[in-house]
Nanobody
């Protein structure tokens, strides 16, 4: 029942940068791993990056490796996705996902990222 809110999306030209944020809104918050996914129009929802709170372990989809950086702020229970060298194919709705300590998942409503050529 934890709510997640994504922010930071927008319109940017190819080669530009955006920084997305994912913050919980519930009174209680439990998290083991937080992940970013994205979904382009008429395509499946794809994994982008993950962040494990225990040790800061990160994973990235091959398509964004070297361009995107995921990080977490323990004080705010907030995860960020720094996106650099953006490409038109990065366009889509970006969703934040939380996997809590019980293995239960939660999703945000998504934030639109549009990269123009």
């Amino acid at each position: 029942q934890v709510q997640l809110v994504e922010s930071g999306g927008g319109l940017v030209q190819a080669g530009g940068s955006l920084r997305l944020s994912c913050a919980p809104t519930g009174r209680t918050f439990s998290s083991y791993v937080m992940r970013w996914f994205r979904q382009a129009p008429e395509k499946e929802r794809d994994f982008v990056a993950s962040f494990r709170w225990r040790d800061g372990r990160t994973y990235y989809a091959h398509s964004v490796k070297g361009r995107f950086t995921i990080s977490g702020d323990n004080a705010k229970n907030t995860v960020y996705l720094q996106m650099d060298s953006l490409k038109p194919e990065d366009t889509g709705v970006y969703y934040c996902n939380n996997e809590d300590l019980n293995g239960q998942g939660s999703w945000g409503q998504g934030t639109q990222v549009t990269v123009s050529s």
